[in-house]
């Protein structure tokens, strides 16, 4: 049995599914691109038929990494929403500025350091040079004009590194 390529049913971007995933028959999967669910059902040895949307109530399955990989160009992508593209931003941002967070505390002795730092009001002066560094980190990763307009860094570093009180 050889990949199949499939259309989403929302965008109509294409996709390669691996031979080892059409052994089952049937197939839910998650589109890539517009995260439309939507099932896809064949016989052994026969091509797969055009994909059915799946109903909204089931449950959401990401595609497996094998097919993301494997997306083949097809018709151009439709416009994203940029509200959309502005909650998956500022989502991953805050996972972003949250790791690096956690990151700065990690390692023997260092949240004892912080809280020592903490209670002497020497927090930034203790923690400087590494809270630069991250800042650069997650600068670099987000783009500067989010990051100076986003609150995403600010409130992990307060919350984590701070310990709730608002420093940053």
Not at 23 to 42: A, I, S
Not at 46 to 63: F, G, T
Not at 94 to 114: D, V
Request: charged share 30%; with cysteine; hydrophobic share 35%.
């Amino acid at each position: 049995m050889t990949a199949q390529t499939v259309t989403c049913p929302g965008c109509g971007g294409t996709f390669t599914v691996p031979p080892s995933l059409m052994e089952k028959g049937e197939l839910r999967v998650r589109c890539p691109r517009c995260d439309t669910r939507f099932r896809l059902r064949w016989r052994q040895g026969a091509e797969p038929p055009p994909a059915l949307p799946e109903p909204s109530e089931s449950p959401e399955v990401a595609p497996p990494a094998a097919e993301s990989a494997a997306s083949t160009a097809g018709p151009p992508d439709p416009a994203p929403d940029p509200e959309r593209e502005q909650r998956r931003l500022e989502r991953r941002a805050r996972r972003l500025a949250r790791a690096l967070a956690e990151e700065l505390l990690q390692g023997p002795g260092r949240r004892a350091r912080r809280d020592t730092a903490l209670a002497a009001g020497r927090l930034l002066a203790e923690f400087g040079p590494e809270i630069q560094r991250a800042w650069r980190v997650y600068v670099e990763k987000v783009g500067e004009d989010f990051a100076r307009t986003h609150p995403q860094f600010r409130d992990a570093f307060n919350e984590i590194v701070a310990d709730g009180h608002p420093l940053f």
